[in-house]
């Protein structure tokens, strides 16, 4: 306290000419700084990337895709609904191209001896729907006390996922460059990554798919007789190139 008096003293000793002095070099240092302050936050404005799509990029996340066959403890036969729900839940696999399926199984629960049962109708149904045996996995599960623990099935998918939106990290109405602001394009993205249907093809295209060797040799025939090598269908819609001549 005695210090910082002595300070204050000293100052109001020193002539008003240098006072002067010591107050503008003052303010030249107050405004350097807060110059210095400015360039930093455009600094870290301009470092954002324009692009939407790399301010908020689409990323495939793996999780589980799962589903509960509910089992009784004198249940025998599965239910429509579940034999429904199985044949839907096997075609998702099929679409996701995923690789082997989990059945699990509770145990040391109520309806341990239905589950176990069961189960071997959901593996059964599971196959009828195309999936095959190597992709089944059949596997227990911990449900101590449990009553009635379901059959649970799952399998990995990959999910594209994008961070959440809403984000402003800047004040808009301060805004006075010409770029886009930091949460514009993230519904977008969000959308398309909610709307595609298999997530991997953001990574890579698919593979083409087997040539029809049937079809092939069906055309190759008519070609040598002089035929007609379009389908029918398409040959009917647009007419070939000697009608049109006609």
Request: charged content about 25%; hydrophobic content about 30%.
């Amino acid at each position: 306290m005695t210090k910082k008096c002595e300070n204050r003293t000293m100052f109001l000793n020193t002539p008003s000419r240098t006072r002067r002095k010591i107050a503008r070099r003052a303010l030249a240092l107050s405004a350097g700084a807060l110059i210095l302050m400015g360039c930093e936050s455009k600094n870290i404005r301009d470092a954002r990337p324009d692009d939407y799509r790399l301010r908020h990029p689409i990323t495939l996340e793996q999780s589980a895709a799962t589903i509960d066959i509910p089992v009784g403890v004198h249940s025998e036969q599965l239910t429509p609904s579940s034999r429904s729900a199985i044949r839907s839940y096997a075609r998702d696999f099929h679409l996701d191209r995923a690789a082997v399926i989990q059945v699990m199984v509770p145990s040391g629960s109520g309806n341990e001896s239905s589950a176990g049962y069961m189960a071997k109708q959901v593996r059964t149904e599971l196959m009828r729907s195309g999936v095959k045996s190597s992709q089944i996995d059949m596997i227990t599960y911990p449900a101590t006390g449990g009553k009635d623990a379901p059959i649970r099935l799952a399998y990995p998918k990959m999910e594209a996922k994008v961070p959440e939106c809403g984000t402003w990290p800047d004040d808009f109405g301060q805004i006075s460059s010409n770029r886009s602001y930091f949460n514009f394009g993230c519904a977008t993205q969000k959308n398309l990554a909610a709307s595609v249907a298999n997530p991997q093809d953001l990574i890579q295209p698919r593979g083409w798919d087997p040539r029809d060797s049937g079809r092939r040799s069906q055309q190759m025939e008519d070609y040598r007789k002089g035929s007609p090598t379009w389908s029918e269908d398409l040959g009917n819609n647009i007419g070939s190139s000697s009608e049109v001549s006609k």
